[in-house]
């Protein structure tokens, strides 16, 4: 079946550093994928998203490229800020018209001032 | 505009007993779709309605069941708990033009004793 992996956390970065956070999917067919983001004491919120094959997301300063040839889709941040501090779960949608996602196990980002 | 909002917050069963969790969508979505999120663990599908209809499922058993009302409102019923039904369950509300982007709650926590 599908699955999602990230990378492990906690991420620990001094403000302005560069943030990567790595995500690898399995997927039959061309999944759509999905970096969502959890503020503390809010719900998830989608961060953005990439439907086919080397489209890019971006939202916020966040970017990532979906790569079929890696199954890849690494969330990145040229210059992160203390607000940045989340928890970040990438997903994969099979290419169903539902809505099921698949999550990571999601990777806590901590900036530092 | 109100979000996505769930009811309760927070709430204590005990083992065998039978829970009632409940979900107000965003305004003019019409899919609900219900997540378990243990700790530390992204959140894991477990059915979606539309159309007032269970359109897909997850892994989990018949203890798990769901209704959605003609205003698209939701609820998740739990039968027979058991310790590890205790997580955070959280509704996630879409158009079903547009599966994939949901918008989140911010959850119910289930402790189940």
């Known amino acids: 079946g599908n699955s999602v992996t990230q990378m492990e956390g906690p991420v620990t970065l001094s403000e302005e550093a560069f943030l990567t956070i790595n995500c690898t999917y399995t997927a039959t067919g061309y999944p759509s994928l999905f970096w969502y983001v959890q503020y503390p004491g809010e719900g998830l919120q989608l961060l953005l998203k990439a439907t086919k094959a080397d489209d890019k997301g971006s939202n916020k300063g966040f970017e990532a490229t979906y790569r079929k040839e890696t199954t890849s889709f690494h969330l990145e941040k040229g210059s992160v800020q203390v607000s940045d501090s989340a928890v970040y779960f990438c997903a994969a949608k099979g290419s169903s018209n539902t809505g099921k996602l698949i999550f990571g196990q999601g990777t806590t980002l901590q900036v530092k001032p | 505009d109100a979000g996505v909002t769930q009811s309760p917050t927070h709430l204590i069963k005990t083992r065998g007993q039978q829970v009632t969790l409940r979900c107000s969508p965003k305004?003019?979505?019409?899919?609900v779709s219900w997540y378990q999120q243990a700790l530390g663990q992204g959140p894991q599908f477990i059915f979606q309605?539309?159309?007032?209809?269970?359109?897909q499922r997850g892994n989990f058993p018949d203890r798990f069941s769901g209704h959605q009302f003609p205003n698209y409102s939701s609820e998740l019923n739990v039968n027979a708990l058991l310790l590890g039904d205790s997580a955070l369950y959280l509704c996630?509300?879409?158009?079903?033009?547009?599966?994939?982007?949901?918008?989140f709650g911010e959850g119910s926590r289930l402790t189940v004793l």
């Open positions: 996630a509300s879409s158009w079903n033009s547009y599966p994939g982007e949901l918008f």
């Open positions: 309605y539309y159309e007032e209809e269970e359109r």
């Open positions: 305004s003019g979505h019409d899919t």
